[in-house]
């Protein structure tokens, strides 16, 4: 067994995550920031960001995300790899346990949770079948593979929208299916599919099955309308259809709405004292890298009080 206590372990490796560390070391407190490679930040996969401030040129997501790990490393953010597999408090102590799945274990005061979110799966007949075979939920990991082939692309938010516009670069004709008839994209991300060529529509239509032999060669769609099925061809299908909350290792030790999204006030605490949460987790994130590096900054700053006044009690 394998224990140190820390005054906060921060768990997560994405914008949150970082921007927590950067102001936790900073504020001088011990800090242990625990990054698991299978929970791979979303930013990672983000070929070009536009609108984060003060790159006006735009960054790929890979490279900002590099850039907070630097400035963490900078002030001393101390960083191991693992996967949470469950998190204890011990009430005599007032400590929170954090429990890897390779049996180590980290303590500390207090915990920062900023493990973001997940794609979520379509869940039609022939998705599970075909994943890396055509259908994928990642453009810039497997846009390449498409050189001049027709895919399609399943949503109409803004990751939806961003990742046409990228698939563009290699596929002949990119197909943007969507249940509705307007898209629920930001209308610069609209404006820029509309007025790209390679670029198609197929309005209120939903995929209910994904076909082929050894790859994805067609789709069943069904018209949200008139309940039409019919037949698309295509070599690959991307699906980006929101996210869902990466939480599994709370097991209720937080409160989550319905959706298992962790409920927080706006100085990021949740309804367990000493735990603080930031970033795309939250039941009221807007979900964008600006927002989370802002989520990161604010729980570390809560953490840094809570910790102040624990020893301002042990004093006493």
């Not at 011990?30 to 536009?50: R, V």
Request: hydrophobic share 40%; with cysteine; glycine share 10%.
């Amino acid at each position: 067994m394998h224990e140190i206590e820390y005054e906060v372990i921060i768990i997560g490796g994405g914008p949150a995550g970082y921007s927590a560390g950067i102001y936790a070391t900073r504020g001088m407190l011990k800090t242990l920031l625990i990054e698991s490679y299978t929970l791979l930040s979303q930013l990672n996969l983000t070929d070009l960001i536009e609108n984060y401030p003060g790159f006006p040129e735009g960054i790929s997501g890979y490279d900002l995300l590099s850039n907070f790990k630097k400035q963490g490393e900078k002030f001393g953010l101390e960083k191991v790899d693992g996967i949470v597999k469950e998190i204890m408090h011990d009430n005599a102590n007032n400590n929170f346990k954090v429990i890897l799945e390779d049996e180590k274990n980290y303590t500390a005061k207090s915990l920062i949770l900023a493990t973001g979110s997940k794609i979520k799966k379509l869940d039609v007949p022939g998705e599970k079948k075909f994943t890396g075979k055509g259908v994928s939920y990642c453009a810039v990991c497997d846009g390449a593979f498409f050189k001049n082939k027709n895919v399609a692309v399943l949503g109409g938010g803004d990751t939806a929208i961003q990742e046409a516009i990228y698939l563009t670069k290699y596929a002949s004709k990119v197909y943007i299916i969507h249940r509705r008839d307007e898209l629920r994209a930001e209308k610069i991300l609209q404006a820029q599919a509309f007025n790209n060529k390679k670029i198609n529509f197929i309005w209120d239509s939903v995929i209910e099955r994904i076909e082929g032999n050894i790859n994805v060669e067609n789709l069943k769609l069904k018209n949200m309308k008139t309940g039409e099925i019919t037949d698309f061809a295509c070599d690959g299908v991307f699906i980006f259809i929101g996210s869902i909350s990466n939480t599994d290792y709370i097991n209720g030790l937080v409160d989550t709405d319905d959706s298992g999204w962790i409920i927080t006030n706006g100085k990021m605490n949740t309804s367990k004292p000493g735990i603080f949460a930031a970033g795309d987790l939250r039941s009221d994130a807007y979900r964008q890298i600006a927002t989370a590096v802002g989520d990161g900054v604010t729980a570390a700053l809560s953490c840094e009080k809570y910790i102040s006044n624990i020893k301002s009690m042990e004093y006493i």
